[in-house]
T-cell receptor
Framework: KAGVTQTPRYLIKTRGQQVTLSCSPI?????VSWYQQTPGQGLQFLFE???????NKGNFPGRFSGRQFSNSRSEMNVSTLELGDSALYLC??????????????FGPGTRLTVL | AQSVTQPDIHITVSEGASLELRCNYS??????LFWYVQSPGQGLQLLLK??????LVQGIKGFEAEFKRSQSSFNLRKPSVHWSDAAEYFC??????????????FGKGTHLIIQP
């Protein structure tokens, strides 16, 4: 079974631009979560989608948004990029996102650099 | 809100020696507990998880972890490390019943260095 895939793997953008990252979950998984990883803040939860609905959101500004499609693929968008948005963005999928009872499987991440 | 503390930022261990990585959590009830490993340029791989039952949990790659409720700890151990174990290790928690959609709360990670 194929794992979680994320595209692109690397991105370079300039301040003020917007960016869209994509995540394809493991086949059959309906929950997709997004995390931001930075050296200073570590791993932080962005949001989680299940059946095309955002069920939970972390403490990030509204510039960070996402969506999920009917095939469970998910995208996250960051508008008006800031230097501090430079990070590794990780996507994780699970069967139904039922708290800890569903294991989250992570993709390799998208490395975003904002210049 | 829950929090996770990994007190050791870096740990250096000789190949073949034993390993223990510390993790303490703060939460009102027993949460689900996880250990993940991240190799350079890679995503996170689940080593093991605990949510009930036997407090000693076996994972992949020869790792185990012990849940101690009285100490709010979930330390990761391995009896003999290999050079390929060099990586970043993360402890994480999610609430027990969690509403189904709570994200993982991670510790800051412990960077494991293996000396030949």
């Amino acid at each position: 079974k194929a794992g979680v895939t994320q595209t692109p793997r690397y991105l370079i953008k300039t301040r003020g631009q917007q960016v869209t990252l994509s995540c394809s979950p493991i086949s059959g998984h309906r929950s997709v979560s997004w995390y931001q990883q930075t050296p200073g803040q570590g791993l932080q939860f962005l949001f989680e989608y299940f059946s095309e609905t955002q069920r939970n959101k972390g403490n990030f500004p509204g510039r960070f948004s996402g969506r999920q499609f009917s095939n469970s693929r998910s995208e996250m968008n960051v508008s008006t990029l800031e230097l501090g948005d430079s990070a590794l963005y990780l996507c994780a999928s699970s069967l139904a996102g039922r708290g800890g009872s569903d294991t989250q499987y992570f993709g390799p991440g998208t490395r975003l650099t904002v210049l | 809100a829950q929090s996770v503390t990994q007190p050791d930022i870096h740990i250096t261990v000789s190949e073949g020696a034993s390993l223990e990585l510390r993790c303490n959590y703060s939460y009102g009830a027993t949460p689900y507990l996880f250990w993940y490993v991240q190799s350079p340029g890679q995503g996170l791989q689940l080593l093991l998880k605990y949510f009930s039952g036997d407090t000693l949990v076996q994972g992949i790659k020869g790792f185990e972890a012990e849940f101690k409720r009285s100490q709010s700890s979930f330390n990761l151990r391995k009896p003999s490390v290999h050079w390929s174990d060099a990586a970043e290790y993360f402890c994480a928690v999610v609430p027990w019943a969690g509403g189904g959609a709570d994200g993982l709360t991670f510790g800051k990670g412990t960077h494991l260095i293996i000396q030949p």
